[in-house]
Each structure stands twice: as structure tokens, then as C-alpha cells.
């Protein structure tokens, strides 16, 4: 492998410096043991020749380093160089690997890396549409001329029902593309239309059962009316594309940007925002962060706590427009 170098430093006209026999010999390692992707080699070469650069400025020794001198390391990533605490976690990943097997090597005896942490980067809110949104997408109808065309208005149908599940039920993307029209002896998921229920495989192999609104199935019944001219004989998934065959997740997000761009939304959407636009309409209107927490599939409690943010967030902006001791004095 050839020595890496930082493609900012050949940008400047800089000679690219080479990285040192143990470093290069590990990125070796990672290429061919581990196979990393060339990505992936890209991104270990640059926080190897930055520990490398940081480590001879302070005059540090790379096979003797002390957990004092990692500290003193990381200290500089965070204040010299201001990298985020996503990018720090990452550099102080890789050169805690790169530590890691050069103990394997015997070629030092300690990993100073082991226990140093980057700090915890700040966790955005989740997006969710506003309600009007939401139903507008859901509700949505193309009034083009080709969309009376027979295979067009199936698809449509489809889509009105994807959204609906997405929506309606708060299903994960990989949850609607496991759903089978009906209960079978493979199936991952299945809809029941006496119970009005939609059963799904969620994340660590949980079933759960979400119950499925008016809407929703009203809209579920228009498409399995039509589903069976699309689908194949032998095919059990509820949703399907035009060769008849389940529906994958990308299929599913690239149906949802389509229908999303055509419905005039004012952001990009995309199949978790509606799950995350499900647990925030829920919890305004019912305060039942428990019930969002069953509804959703969440294992913790402190996961859906999140949604209590952007309901506070939905308060805070009505008070902001209703409160006349909110407005500032002109």
C-alpha cells in the first residue's frame, strides 16, 4: 500500500508526508484483515497521519505514549484543531484500534486510548411535519391526465397506503416492507383487517401489534382491491411494485420523495419523519408518553422521551403566538 497522506496538504502544494512504518504497517491491516472500505482507508489514514502530526510536534513518542500524553492528544483535537465531538470520537476510535493492534504485535505494552472519550455530541431533535402536512400528504391525490391510467392509479393506491402505515400506524421503513397481506407461516409481519391491526417485527426481533385507524383503512382496503392485478400469484407482501415482487425500503423512500415533492411538502420527507411526525401528533394530543413508548416499540422509555422536546417545542410556539405577555412591546 502506498504511504497515505492528507489530500488538503497536496491541495496546498505541500510534500505529502508518508506515514510511519507501524502506522502504514496497521492500515495495511485494516485493508486487508479487516477490508475495509477505500472510504473507510481514506478516513483511518487521515487520523493516523494526525496523530502522528499532533504526537512529533509535542515531541511524543508513538510506541511509548502514556495515557497522560493520549489526554494531552485529544485535548488538541477538541481546542487546536476544534473538531466536533462526532469527528473526535471518531479519530480517538481509530487510534484506539491502531493502539489495540500494536499490543497484539507486542509492540507496545499499554493502549493509552483505552477509556478516553470524546464528549457527548448534542442529539438533534427528530423532524416531524406539522399536522396540516401530514394530512395533506396522506390525503393527497394526483389530478394529472395520466394518472387515470389503470397501472397509475394502482400505484397511487399503493402509495396512499403506504403513507397511511407510515403515518397512521408509526412503522418503521423495515417493519411496512416485512408486512404480508395476511398472516402466513413466514411471515415477519401481516395485516388483520377484522382486527383492524397491523402485526409487525420490530428492532431485537419484537413483535407488536399497532391497531390501524379509519384512515388508514380506508386506505389499506382501496389498495387491496386493486393489489392482486400487480401482484404476483405466489407473492405475500402487502406492498408490491409494478413487476409484482414486495417492495424494498429504498423503493419505498424513493415512492415517499415522489409523492412528498408532488404533494407540494415543504421539506424533504422521508420514511422515519412521519414515524416521528406519528409519535408527536400522539403525544400533543394525549400527553401519554407510555402509550407513545408501546405504540412505537421502543424497548426504554428514555428513547421516546425525545418526543417530549418537540412537544414542549409545539407549546412553547403556540404560547409564542397566543400569549400577549409572549409578544415584545413595539
Same mark, same amino acid.
Given at each position: ?139 393527497? &391525490? ?5 394518472? /387515470? =391510467? !389503470?397501472?397509475? @392509479?394502482? $400505484?397511487?393506491?399503493? %402509495?396512499?397506503?403506504?403513507? +397511511? ?8 421503513? &423495515? ?5 404480508? /397481506? =395476511? !398472516?402466513?407461516? @413466514?411471515? $415477519?409481519?401481516?395485516? %388483520?383487517?377484522?382486527?383492524? +391491526? ?15 385507524? /379509519?384512515? !388508514?383503512?380506508? @386506505? ?28 424494498? !425500503? ?81
Amino acid at each position: 500500500m502506498k504511504p497515505a497522506h492528507r489530500s488538503e496538504q497536496g491541495a496546498q502544494g505541500e510534500e505529502p508526508q508518508p506515514l510511519a512504518a507501524p502506522l502504514n504497517a496497521y492500515l495495511d491491516y485494516a485493508r486487508v484483515q479487516r477490508r475495509l472500505a477505500p472510504r473507510s482507508l481514506v478516513i483511518y489514514a487521515d487520523a493516523l497521519l494526525r496523530l502522528q502530526d499532533l504526537a512529533g510536534q509535542s515531541g511524543m513518542a508513538l510506541l511509548t505514549l502514556r495515557p497522560h500524553q493520549a489526554r494531552s492528544l485529544a485535548a488538541k483535537l477538541h481546542g487546536e484543531i476544534e473538531l466536533g465531538p462526532r469527528s473526535m470520537a471518531l479519530h480517538l476510535s481509530v487510534w484506539r484500534g491502531l493502539y489495540r493492534w500494536l499490543g497484539a504485535e507486542r509492540l507496545v505494552e499499554i493502549n493509552p486510548f483505552d477509556g478516553l472519550r470524546a464528549p457527548k455530541a448534542a442529539k438533534p431533535l427528530p423532524k416531524a411535519l406539522a399536522v396540516d402536512d401530514a394530512v395533506q400528504l396522506a390525503n393527497f &391525490s394526483s389530478s394529472s391526465a395520466d394518472a /387515470a =391510467q !389503470a397501472v397509475d @392509479a394502482r $400505484l397511487e393506491a399503493r %402509495d396512499r397506503c403506504m403513507v +397511511e402505515l407510515l403515518y397512521g400506524c408509526g412503522l418503521r421503513v &423495515s417493519e411496512l416492507v416485512g408486512l404480508d /397481506a =395476511q !398472516a402466513g407461516p @413466514a411471515s $415477519l409481519g401481516w395485516i %388483520d383487517l377484522q382486527a383492524a +391491526e397491523a402485526t409487525v417485527l420490530g428492532k431485537g426481533s419484537k413483535r407488536r401489534s399497532v391497531p390501524i385507524g /379509519a384512515a !388508514a383503512m380506508a @386506505a389499506l382496503v382501496q389498495w387491496l382491491q386493486v393489489r392482486g392485478q400487480l401482484a404476483r400469484s405466489d407473492e405475500p407482501a402487502l406492498l408490491v411494485g409494478q413487476r409484482g415482487a414486495r417492495l424494498g !425500503a429504498v423503493q419505498i423512500r424513493a415512492s415517499l420523495k415522489a409523492r412528498a415533492l408532488a404533494a407540494g411538502m415543504p421539506t424533504h420527507v422521508h420514511p422515519h419523519m412521519l414515524r416521528h411526525s406519528f409519535a408527536s401528533h400522539i403525544l400533543q394530543s394525549s400527553g401519554d408518553l407510555r402509550a407513545v413508548q408501546e405504540l412505537l416499540g421502543h424497548a426504554h422509555i428514555t428513547t421516546t422521551q425525545i418526543y417530549t422536546q418537540l412537544d414542549f417545542q409545539h407549546l412553547a410556539k403556540i404560547y409564542d403566538a397566543a400569549h400577549p405577555r409572549a409578544k415584545k412591546k413595539q
